[in-house]
């Protein structure tokens, strides 16, 4: 026969302040989502009237020749890059709050290590792309020291 310690059965249970803390929790988060999504909106409208801009002003000036069309599908491209970039935060959140306000609303402990899930990837998510742009901002802060002290040279 196995022997279990009390670390190994012990359950947690949410008291009413917790539950209470976590539903305001999910309602927040559930709001940001929703502002997450149309902000992605917002950036997929740049994207197509970034390109429609910078290719009418490529062929506006002649003199940009193929730079300033080719430049507006850069520009687009870029644009929509960033919007699915940040679709997956804005997604977790919203799984995170929508599966926790079931799980509270059900009392369903499965339901609620879901949202806890989507939470988890959510700020994984956020913080592997911090130090992907911590990162770049210290190459860049390398790259224009060495290529300040090549040029004083």
Known sequence: MEEHSVIETFEMKLNESAKDFLRETAKWAYFLSILGYIGIGFIILAALFAGTLFSAMGKMNPAMGMMGSSFGMAMAVVYLLIAALYFFP??????????????????DSETLTTSFRYLKSHYKFIGIMTLVVFSL?????????????????
């Open 137 to 153: 901002y210290l190459l860049m802060f390398v790259g224009m020291i060495i290529g300040r002290m090549a040029f004083s040279v």
């Open 90 to 107: 804005v997604y977790y959140l919203n799984k995170f709050a929508s599966n926790a306000k079931a799980a509270l609303n059900t009392n």
